[in-house]
């Protein structure tokens, strides 16, 4: 049996009980799969759900009681049918919500697969690595200088 308060939810695929846990450790092989950090992916999920995200968020949440299975098993688990996807998508936002309360609405967006056609402000990659040089420098507009005097 799942214990809600731990961020467990569990499934069943094909006669299968799995039990996925998102603590910090499931957290960390998300952010280790994925090259990203977990706020960066609940952001992901929330706005352009992946299938890599899902899958990645699976795996990592059933590792903790399913220590043998692989990221390609935890993918081949949304294969079973459309029912057994969608009870998958409703334990991952069940695990999030109760691992994370204050993202209750990330994780639901998640487990519909819905989100909106516009990112959230401040999500998305930087457009350079930090510290480096800007690539061009701003211009003057052609005018003469103004006496500042």
Known sequence: MANRRRG???????GVSYTIVLDHNAFAEVEDVLDVNIGELLAL????QQVRH????????????????????AGNLFSAGKEEAEAIGRAVAQALEQ??????DAAAKAAQGAGGDRPLAGTG?????????PVSSRKPSGKKPRDRS
Do not use: C, Q, Y
Not at 8 to 14: I, L, M, R
Not at 45 to 48: E, H, I, N, S, Y
Not at 99 to 104: F, G, H, I, Q
């Open 8 to 14: 467990e939810a569990s499934f069943t695929v094909d």
């Open 45 to 48: 999920l929330a706005t352009k």
């Open 54 to 73: 899902m899958r990645a968020l699976l795996f990592a949440g059933l590792r903790e009681k399913h220590p043998d299975i692989t990221l390609r098993d």
């Open 99 to 104: 691992s994370l309360p204050e993202l209750k």
């Open 125 to 133: 990659m930087r457009s350079s690595a930090p510290g480096r040089k």
